[in-house]
């Protein structure tokens, strides 16, 4: 897929770290507001030109240690504000924060943080999923998923203004290092018409396969967790996506199972 990829993380800023600080929550794109002069049309200019490329290119999966082993073939982003004039669209609710699992993205080795009450305020939570299949096409868009999900439809487009991560945890990772919630959002990438042309050479018994990628497209997937267990993955995998994503009503079963190995028990 290499001779088809584009890295965004160039365009969007000539400061390559720039996406990789963003994902953790930092950068002017998260810490500035238009209402107090800012502009995210021009904050975030690299984003729409880089939105050019998303439906004829592999956008690369960034270097970061929030998006590393993704085992399951999963990954969240969630926001708890909007730099724009547009109101954060509360779609869930925060479980707990798990600060082991981010301890890169927290700057602490341990630690946890409890919610389960709707007290944490408007909080809004959309992934994406490719599976466990590494060679799929599907796991070589999971860039564009997070490209997409991450910086164009919910930060950019329309300056929406989705910002700012669950505090102790990154705002896009894989599904270990995210807080659990009650529910997020889903995007779907697909190139049904990507071509792999496949030639043998027999005088030095050599065969050479060319891929040509097809169009692009992005589509509203409904739940995640829902989505993600209609792909083809192993029993384990859909019942860890259980525990991180619980339903309405699952939270407080979630934080006990949580707390019962540290010996505690919370209330109701």
């Known amino acids: 897929y290499e001779?088809?990829?584009?890295?965004?993380?160039?365009?969007?800023?000539?400061e390559t770290q720039l996406v990789r600080e963003f994902i953790d929550g930092g950068t002017a794109l998260n810490y500035e507001s238009d209402s107090e002069g800012?502009?995210?049309?021009?904050?975030?200019?690299?984003?729409?030109?880089?939105?050019?490329?998303a439906s004829t290119h592999i956008l690369t999966w960034p270097k970061h240690h929030a998006l590393d082993q993704c085992d399951i073939g999963a990954a969240m982003c969630c926001w708890v504000d909007s730099r724009s004039d547009t109101e954060l669209v509360d779609n869930t609710d925060v479980c707990y924060v798990n600060m082991?699992?981010?301890?890169?993205?927290?700057?602490?080795?341990?630690?946890?943080?409890?919610?389960?009450?709707?007290?944490?305020?408007?909080?809004?939570c959309h992934g994406f999923a490719w599976g466990t299949d590494n060679g799929s096409i599907s796991s070589a868009?999971?860039?564009?998923?997070?490209?997409?999900?991450?910086?164009?439809?919910?930060?950019?487009?329309?300056l929406k203004g989705n910002v700012e991560q669950v505090p102790g945890?990154?705002?896009?990772?894989?599904?270990d290092r995210m807080p659990v919630v009650t529910k997020a959002g889903c995007t779907e990438v697909t190139d049904s018409s990507s071509v792999v042309d496949v030639t043998f050479n027999a005088a030095i018994g050599?065969?050479?396969?060319?891929?040509?990628?097809g169009t692009i497209e992005y589509n509203d997937c409904g739940d995640l967790k829902d989505h993600y267990k209609s792909l083809a993955v192993?029993?384990?995998?859909r019942d860890f996506m259980d525990s991180r994503?619980?339903?309405d009503g699952g939270c407080h079963g979630a934080i006990n199972d949580f707390l019962a190995d540290k010996g505690l028990v919370k209330a109701e």
């Open 3 to 14: 001779s088809a990829e584009y890295d965004f993380a160039k365009t969007i800023s000539s």
């Open 38 to 53: 800012s502009s995210l049309a021009k904050d975030g200019a690299g984003i729409g030109f880089s939105d050019e490329f």
């Open 100 to 124: 082991k699992s981010s301890r890169r993205s927290a700057h602490v080795a341990d630690g946890y943080s409890i919610y389960g009450d709707s007290s944490e305020g408007a909080v809004n």
């Open 141 to 158: 868009l999971k860039g564009n998923a997070l490209f997409k999900v991450g910086f164009m439809d919910n930060l950019f487009k329309g």
């Open 169 to 175: 945890a990154p705002m896009c990772g894989c599904m």
């Open 206 to 213: 050599v065969f050479n396969a060319k891929f040509t990628v």
């Open 234 to 237: 192993e029993d384990h995998n």
């Open 245 to 247: 994503i619980v339903g």
